[in-house]
């Protein structure tokens, strides 16, 4: 008979450290799950939660899963070089001389197990215990990262008029004191862009930081962009890159990317960072200890992926389109409540996978917080969202994040006119 360890406490925090105690578990998560459990009763919700894809709504490109096939029948079962198969380096790094107009020398490349582990590798190869990492809120998961270095943070509240996108006047006077400065565009949760003007402000700011602490002989202010979500933008909203604007600023810069959104990849685990090749190599030796390579055989798929260049522009346009009219159809619904007087408003949709949102109904009929109505919209409209406060936002503002990978346009529609009643009875009851 087996010995039987199934009653082991499932919670001891004598057993673990500091850091690991203090971690706090994923908010959309637990939102996800009450989510299933309502669906598990027969209830049809519109799960606008999940920052991921539905595969019946948005599948990988054909051409990828049928390398993977390939890749394994060919026996690519083993270790990959640590910072990734020469092939998928080298495709990236034509990949983003074609599409962005920058030409990294492969030593500036880094392949992980998805853009996950690059983040976590910049925070380590850059960051000590106790240095300072600046990040605007709401943004994605600076709050768990920086508490896993054990390092300091500067976070900075941005505003709904502003895209919620940070200025440089809101950075500058922090920057002397911060080591890492994290940013994002298309923004996790908002789905805004930031502005040429805006950015480059800012890469300027980091440029003329950095020479004052060169000239004081200290460690420079590095740059991390997450422009995981950079292929799915919008209408007028173009995506910039800092390196591009300020190119005296790619010696501090290192890019998060990967395929999980741009292909709709998200369980296939392959992204990659560049950068300058001092910290991408730092990096790498990280990230191979840690064994967050991506697996060969996605590796091998993506670097055909890639090369095919009139697939990929193929499948990307579609993507765009796809994702743009959800967002659109979302926004107008949203649009068309505002102007019959309810007090919602949406931000017009420029990247990503993601709508703001605001419900301003905190103090009214008993709603005391965003998770307060949070619930009431899942309860009574079966319209499941993301409150900011996932995302580092303190205050109860009412806004939220809608993520439409995972519905159909039939869903959204369906789910318009039932948010538009909860919102009608709830305001009609205070
Ligand atoms: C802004 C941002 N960066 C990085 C990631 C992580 O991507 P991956 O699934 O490739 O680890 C996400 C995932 O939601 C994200 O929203």
Known sequence: MALD????????DANVGTMARGLVGSEILRIAAEIRELTAQGRKVCNLTVGDFSPREFPIPASLGQG???????GETNYPPSDGVLDLRQSVQRFYERILGV????????????????????YRAVLDAGDTVIYPVPSWNNNHYTHMMGAKEIVVATHPDQGFMPTVEQLAPHLPQARLLCLCSPLNPTGTMISAEALQAICERVVAENRA??????????LMYDHIYWTLSFGQAKHVTPVTLVPEVAQYTVFVDGISKAFASTGLRVGWGVGPPSIISRMRDVLGHVGAWAPKPEQVATARVLDDVAGTDEFLKTMRLRVDERLEAL??????????GLPVRAIAPQGAIYLSVQFDLVGKAGLQSNDAIRKMLLEKASFGVVPFQAFGLKDDTGWFRLSV?????????????RLEAAIRATLSAA
């Open 103 to 122: 030409k990294y020398p492969l030593e500036g490349i880094v392949i992980a197990g998805g853009a996950r582990p690059i983040i976590y590798g910049t």
């Open 405 to 417: 990978g995972a519905v159909s346009m039939a869903e959204i529609q369906d789910a318009l006119p």
């Open 331 to 340: 926004y107008q619904g949203i649009a068309r409540m505002r102007e019959a």
């Open 68 to 74: 993977i096939a390939n890749a394994l029948q060919a």
């Open 5 to 12: 360890l199934t009653q082991l406490p499932k919670r001891d």
């Open 213 to 222: 602490r060169q000239s004081r002989g200290q460690k420079p202010l590095i």
